[in-house]
């Protein structure tokens, strides 16, 4: 065992910051976790400050390292909500406003603008995503454009900006370090996807001055160090959430897939040391890096995952508890023939339709609240098959196949939705007994970084992992994805 037996995980994510302590093991000492304020100033428009930010995932820190020697933490390995971003005042440490989270939209006419002058192409080709307001260049440009005397300021070097992994660092290490790891930054649109590096014409595109951003790291690297959980201990390890829990779930082979089933799904598929171009409507991202050489994903993600449960728990009052939802639809052989269609804020991908709303198709006098919250699960696992689909189209080309799904999020608890998923997938479902594995891949990373567990994370281990065969064959659930793609069909 190692002299310092302990690595700290710190997950910002979108709702809440969340403190995991793990030992030298990789097994799963502590959590802490703190919520903190949405703020949704006009529709469509969503907002975090950023001291609430740092505050709550400070506090979860110190939480997760009470009665706990400085000195017998190994690394701290930091991961975030990405594309979320924040501008602060190098001087003071200050942020100058709210940060703008991944799901504001308010920069939708600045995308279109870009799209109607045909910039499309060119930054997919470089970038990997698509134009977007999800992405953070629009937002930065939104701020510089409204405020000239912030422009003037960035462009004199007074002003930082950075993803939230960025304004962590910098306030971990008092104002030492501005910098990133090459997962997030490949979230940006500023980033060229191939060289890694800020790139000269993207800045130029968006207008935002490289006197603004931070040096961008490998996903291992030396972060510098903290001194505010009542010691020194070394920051070595930094990625984006959806990238960090492909890492911890141990896929780092081409191939190896992961998929989050939480408000939304994030399905990630590692595809090694090539950036696969989409033709199919994902992105092309990069995933965890431990040395020197790129590491690449293809990312696929879907709006309406577990919340879809939320809204049949809230909404119609269907079930009074998520995990009511599982007993209620297995009461029922199949949805008798209806069909949910989530496009509550529209489809995703592969779909990309922002005008399509949801639909709920195949009602007869025999329906009943069993065969809707069936229908709700096979559209969870339906939507998560499409986006399977059209990343098995990308990757084909390359050679690669997938020979089973890792999963973890709140909805994969749901035994149900992950059999049907992998009916529908035709690959074995790996369910594992220790679900953090966004913290997990941080720690890991970091862990890496100091020297400690070297090599990959193991998937399973524990004797409550858990594997969903699939039972039915492509016949069987021939009607199934004919209705649905019928009913896709009807919103489109
Ligand atoms: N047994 C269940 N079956 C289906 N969905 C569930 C179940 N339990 C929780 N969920 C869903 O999981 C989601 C929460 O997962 P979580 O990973 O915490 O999400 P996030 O990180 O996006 O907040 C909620 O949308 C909830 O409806
Ligand atoms: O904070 P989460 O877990 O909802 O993740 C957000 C994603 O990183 C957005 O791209």
């Not at 030396?222 to 911890?248: K, N, Y």
Request: proline share 4%; net charge neutral; hydrophobic share 45%.
């Amino acid at each position: 065992m190692s002299a310092k037996p302990y690595v700290l995980a710190l997950d910002q994510g979108t709702t809440s910051s969340r403190a995991l302590l793990f030992d030298a093991q990789g097994r799963l000492c502590r959590v802490a976790q703190r919520a903190f304020a949405q703020h949704f100033p006009q529709p469509g428009w969503v907002e975090h400050e950023a001291e609430d930010i740092w505050a709550t995932q400070l506090a979860t820190a110190r939480e997760a390292m009470e009665g706990i020697d400085p000195a017998e933490v190994a690394a701290i390995g930091l991961t975030n909500q990405r594309e979320t971003v924040v501008l602060w005042e190098r001087a003071s440490g200050r942020a100058l406003t709210r940060a703008v989270v991944w799901q504001d939209r308010r920069t939708a006419a600045h995308c279109q603008a870009l799209r109607d002058a045909g910039h499309e192409p060119e930054l997919r080709a470089r970038t990997g995503l698509t134009l977007d307001p999800y992405f953070s260049a629009t937002k930065v440009a939104a701020w510089l454009r409204e405020r000239p005397d912030w422009r003037a300021r960035a462009e004199a070097g007074e002003l930082a900006v950075g993803t939230v992994d960025s304004w962590l660092l910098w306030r971990l290490t008092e104002g030492r370090v501005h910098a990133t790891d090459s997962t997030n930054a490949s979230r940006t649109l500023l980033m060229n996807l191939h060289t890694g590096a800020w790139d000269e014409e993207l800045l130029r595109l968006f207008d935002v001055p490289a006197a603004l951003l931070p040096r961008i790291e490998p996903s291992c690297a030396d972060f510098g160090h903290t001194t505010l959980l009542g010691g020194r201990i070394a920051l070595r390890g930094v990625a984006g959430d959806q990238q960090a829990a492909l890492f911890g779930q141990g896929c780092n082979r081409p191939g190896q897939a992961k998929n989050t089933y939480g408000t939304g799904c994030f399905l990630l598929m590692h595809t090694g040391s090539q950036a696969l171009a989409s033709q199919h409507g994902l992105l092309s991202t990069r995933a965890a890096q431990v040395d020197a050489q790129a590491q690449y994903a293809l990312e696929g993600s879907v709006f309406m995952g577990g919340a879809i449960v939320q809204w049949l728990r809230d909404g119609l009052g269907l079930v009074r508890h998520s995990d009511e939802i599982e007993p209620l639809a297995r009461s029922v052989p199949d949805s008798g023939g209806v069909v949910l269609v989530p496009a509550f804020t529209g489809l995703g991908a592969p779909h990309w339709r922002p005008e399509a709303r949801g639909a709920l198709l195949g009602l007869t006098r025999g329906s009943t609240r069993a065969h809707i919250a069936r229908a709700a699960l096979e559209a969870i696992a339906l939507q998560c098959a499409d986006l399977l689909d059209a990343m098995l189209r990308d990757a084909a080309p390359a050679g690669l196949a997938l020979q089973d799904l890792r999963v973890d999020g709140g909805a994969c608890a749901n035994g149900l939705l992950m059999q049907v998923q992998a009916d529908l997938l035709g690959v074995p479902v790996l369910r594992p007994a220790m679900r953090e594995r966004t913290a997990l891949g941080a720690a890991a990373l970091a862990a890496h970084g100091a020297g400690l567990w070297r090599g990959e994370v193991p998937w399973g281990g524990a004797e409550s992992d858990e594997r969903f065969r699939p039972q039915a064959s492509a016949s069987d659930l021939a009607p199934l994805r004919t209705a649905w793609a019928q009913a896709l069909q009807r919103v489109m």
